[in-house]
């Protein structure tokens, strides 16, 4: 059983960074595809990044391409997703999520974390 728990959410203006970071335990993050996902109340949850298990493949979703950056650091069992240039449509409960395959990930991840909201707003 993995648990995963995200930590560095928070509020922030228009054009502002923001590091989310997801904490694994229960599981190896090098073991597993990992990726964030958000949700606005009253909206389907969607992808925002994947990363492969060995790191050497990474996806965005169309609207954070250029902007988040998805990392992870094998040592530490940790996965991040640095946000650049936010909007206030980044608004959104941000989730950590694993899987035993990236594409199992983007339909049906194994473990979920609880959440951590982003607020973009001036």
């Known amino acids: 059983q993995v648990h995963l728990v995200e930590s560095g959410g928070g509020m922030v203006q228009p054009g502002d960074s923001l590091k989310l970071s997801c904490a694994a335990s229960g599981g190896t993050v090098g073991v597993y595809a990992m990726g964030w996902f958000r949700q606005v109340e009253g909206k389907e949850r969607e992808v925002v990044a994947r990363?492969?298990?060995?790191?050497?493949?990474?996806v965005y979703a169309d609207s954070v391409q250029d902007r988040f950056t998805i990392f992870q650091d094998n040592a530490e069992n940790m996965v991040y997703l640095q946000m650049t240039s936010l909007k206030p449509e980044d608004t959104a409960v941000y989730y950590c999520?694993?899987?035993?395959?990236?594409?199992?990930?983007?339909?049906?991840?194994?473990?979920w974390g609880q959440g951590t909201q982003v607020t973009v707003s001036t």
């Open positions: 999520a694993a899987a035993s395959n990236v594409y199992k990930l983007g339909l049906n991840p194994d473990y």
């Open positions: 990363i492969a298990s060995t790191a050497r493949w990474t």
